[in-house]
């Protein structure tokens, strides 16, 4: 039951992400937000085509959380099970980078997003 929830969250949330990535990759002004405030307003080009892969490694992360959790693609369950530390790692590298950028609005907002991330993930790979 904790497994699904936690699926659950880690889903919920890494939906945000990426909504928030396909916005930034779109255009809209949001830069300050993401890459420690490093390019405010709109991306540039590059970045936006960064933010594009940003959300196909995120929708990978999210697939394989809910493989893990028995959501999805059960014959998957095997490369879930190990792939899911990937996810713990990636949400753990992700949370120390959002504590400790240089922008307050990344350490207010995706830091503790990251934070539940990685409490959710570890909840699924341990589950």
Known sequence: MYVWISAIIFVALIGVVILFQFALAAGVPWGSYAMGGKFPGKFPPAMRVAALFQVLILTLLA??????AGFIFPNWYSFAKLAIWFV?????ISTV????TRSKW???IWAPVCLLMLISSITVAIG
């Not at 697939?63 to 893990?68: C, D, G, Q, R």
């Open 63 to 68: 697939a394989i959380v809910l493989i893990k």
């Open 88 to 92: 713990v790692l990636f949400s753990g």
């Open 97 to 100: 980078l959002n504590l400790i």
């Open 106 to 108: 990344e350490r207010r």
